[in-house]
């Protein structure tokens, strides 16, 4: 097998898994590459198949998730071609249970290192700024929770949307500091305050210890800025330097904020240079993040990003499952799926249904049934119900991917126009009711056959986790539906 016409001919496997991890590296970076595979995840090649291992479970669904296409483009650049990739569980470098999240490398051993984390609570405090053990800010992730409710990993809805990111956050506890920075991203109301809260309650509930502080940016501002006004900055750095587990949520608060920027930068430094878990929350990913600065941004990105979607419908069912449980509300399965299925946005809109029940119940003195629920919830379904037009189609995926408008009615077959316009056939199938020939006629007066191509293309691309060619960059086709559709939602 050839790496180029220059070079030789490369016949032993060992060589070319040698070639492939070198590759691998230039394409994900070193840091990535020590994080991700280091040591302890190896490749071979088994009767024309590369097998690549990892030593839990966990670690194995987030390379194929995540770097599947990366893998493949080191396979071409080496052997020419990519042969079948088969992920596994290498269950002789694997010494803890498949189940659990295990990361490739540890610089102590769970125990130990669990045990350094405590909670600091508010009469503990060295500082003047109160601490944030419990805060009211958890009740955005699983909303109607009472006040003072503590936010757990018993009560987090776990679903396709969010699995990975509640698996991370549950690893950093077995061995903080191993996975750090832990990044979780995603819109409103999709869990991310509710998984940060449940850390929390999991370090102080397991006895790790006391040093562990859960604030939102904004609260982070507040406190630096008074700190600088008071003459307390040795105070504030002693206390958000000296914890083993700091969690901060609403990253994207910081931006524009350019003296708190520096504050967290070195806060960040100091805590990774210590071996210490930092956690943050975010409404977007890293990519839409670079006005935090590229210092920043270059140390989140050594860690874990977890993108966490909105809540599918088997997901919401549970989540409405729950809050019915919770709020001592008798609700009919029925009615359940009824509200699962026309509420689609987020864990607050369910919530808000729930509640709107409880009261319409109460008020009345009926029970909750189907047909008082189509009538109570009438109003607010329809408000929430967002008719998707064609000209919304166009507008979603010309932002998203950074394209004219134009470009997608024109007739130019360039690889960054046709993909994006198919794309768009694709989701106007699925998001509208409008007939082929319409979509094609809008499209650029295509015909009917040529939106049914599109839509076997697109389907072909998921399948295959192809990645979707741009002016400026390459994304996931995966990824970048997520992002048309939640520009849909918000719209």
Sequence with gaps: MRAGNTQEVTTDDTDIVSALRRALIDKVGTQRFGLWFGPNTHFALDEGKLVVGAPSRFLRDWISSNFRSEIEAACRSVMERCPQIEFLIDEPRANRNTDSAESPSSHSSPSSAAESLRVVSPEKSTSTSPDITSSGRGQAAQPGHKRGHVLRFETFVTGPCNKTARAASEMILDEPGVFSPLLIHGPTSVGKTHLLQAILAAARGSRLGQSAVYLTAEQFTTYFLEALRGSGLPSFRQKYR??????????????????????????????????????????????????????????????????????????????????????????????????????????????????????????????????????????????????????????????????????????????????????????????????????????????????????????????????????????????????????????
């Design 242 to 491: 000296g914890v083993k587990l700091l969690l901060v949520d609403d990253l994207q608060f910081f931006r524009g904020k350019r003296s708190t920027l520096v504050e967290l930068l070195y806060t960040v430094d100091t805590l990774q240079r210590r071996d210490h878990q930092l956690v943050f929350a975010a409404d977007r990913p890293l990519a839409e993040l670079a006005d935090l600065g590229a210092e920043l941004i270059a140390r989140l990105s050594a860690g874990n990003e977890c993108p966490i979607r909105r809540p599918d419908y088997a997901t919401r069912l549970d989540i409405v499952e729950q809050m019915a449980r919770r709020f001592g509300l008798s609700v009919p399965r029925e009615v359940q799926e009824f509200i699962a299925a026309r509420l689609t946005s987020h864990a607050r809109e369910l919530s808000g249904a729930l509640c709107r029940l409880r009261a319409t119940s109460e008020a009345f003195h009926r029970p909750i049934n189907l047909a008082m629920a189509e009538q109570s919830l009438d109003e607010m379904i329809r408000h929430s119900y967002r008719v998707v037009r064609l000209p919304d189609i166009q507008k979603a995926v010309c932002d998203v991917l950074g394209i004219q408008p134009e470009s997608l009615q024109a007739g130019r077959r360039a690889k960054r126009i046709s993909h994006p316009r198919m794309l768009a056939m694709w989701l106007a199938r699925k998001h509208t009711r409008a007939a082929l020939s319409e979509i094609g006629h809008f499209f650029g007066r295509r015909s009917h056959s040529t939106v049914v191509s599109a839509q076997k293309r697109v389907d072909a691309w998921l399948a295959n986790r192809e990645q979707l060619e741009l002016a400026d960059r390459t994304l996931g086709v995966d990824e970048a539906i997520q992002r048309v559709e939640q520009a849909l939602l918000a719209g």
